[in-house]
């Protein structure tokens, strides 16, 4: 089964990791030096660029295995209060989930195996927190935790699980509100961060030779060095601003 925390590339998006960072090295040594030496310099970086994919890649799926999660739980609560068993409960949330995501959902894929795991007598609250463990998700480790006292102990496990579930979705909640408003602000500062380079290259093809002083003297690659450092420092100050963690 796959562990969450632990993402690999696959081929496409080495490829795409791989090209994005000769692509910003061109552009960089373009707008910035008009040398081949510069990009070819700019080129040392470019290593690092899948791992930051990687990152990003490993935090969407987690996203997404987020969002289907909380669908998943919403309608185990909703299978256990019909009556269903807990073991009833996965197999008819399963089917649901597969209409909705597809036999290759993260989380149909998950229910799955836990179906046949317990057709192998597997106790399910250990089946649970394997996928805690595997998840990296605070909110399942925090309903696996609860999930397994509640079952262990024989007490009331339909409103524990309710309650538990509508606790976990005011939390879903705020996380969403907080993303819906910061996307707006994510697309701006991307825009914000290719308008220095739009803004050169637009003077640049207006203006022939204009910049010139700036790629032929050393106080000009001083002048531009220092303006990109400024703009790579920028740009990761506005990434940090923007990561807000819903603790």
């Given amino acids: 089964m796959i562990i969450y925390e632990n993402y690999h590339l696959n081929a496409g998006q080495w490829l795409f990791s791989i090209g994005a960072g000769v692509g910003a090295a061109g552009i960089i040594a373009y707008t910035c030096y008009r040398s081949v030496t510069a990009f070819f310099l700019f080129l040392i970086p470019v290593g690092f660029f899948p791992r930051y994919f990687c990152r990003y890649w490993k935090r969407k799926r987690i996203m997404e295995l987020e969002v289907q999660f909380k669908e998943a739980i919403q309608m185990l609560s909703a299978s256990l209060s019909a009556g269903y068993s807990v073991e009833n409960a996965i197999v008819s949330c399963l089917k649901e989930l597969k209409l909705m995501y597809g036999p290759n959902g993260l989380i149909t894929m998950e229910l799955a195996y836990m179906v046949r795991q317990m057709g192998m007598n597997r106790p399910i609250e250990a089946l ?6 595997r998840s990296g998700l605070e909110e399942v480790e925090n309903f696996a935790r609860i999930f397994g006292i509640a079952k262990r102990s024989g007490g009331r496990l339909v409103p524990i699980i309710s309650h538990t579930v509508q606790v976990m979705n005011d939390r879903f909640q705020v996380k969403e509100e907080l993303r819906t408003l ?10 914000m961060s290719l308008m220095p380079f739009l803004i050169i290259l637009y003077i640049d093809g207006t203006s022939p030779g204009f910049f010139m002083v700036m790629y032929t003297t050393l106080m000009g690659r001083l002048i531009m060095t220092g303006c990109l450092g400024v703009y790579v420092l920028s740009c990761w100050l506005s990434e940090r601003i923007l990561d807000i963690q819903v603790g």
Avoid: D, G, L, N
């Avoid at 649970?128 to 463990?133: C, D, L, P, V």
């Fill in 128 to 133: 649970m927190s394997e996928f805690a463990a």
């Fill in 182 to 191: 910061t996307a707006s602000r994510k697309f701006e500062q991307k825009i």
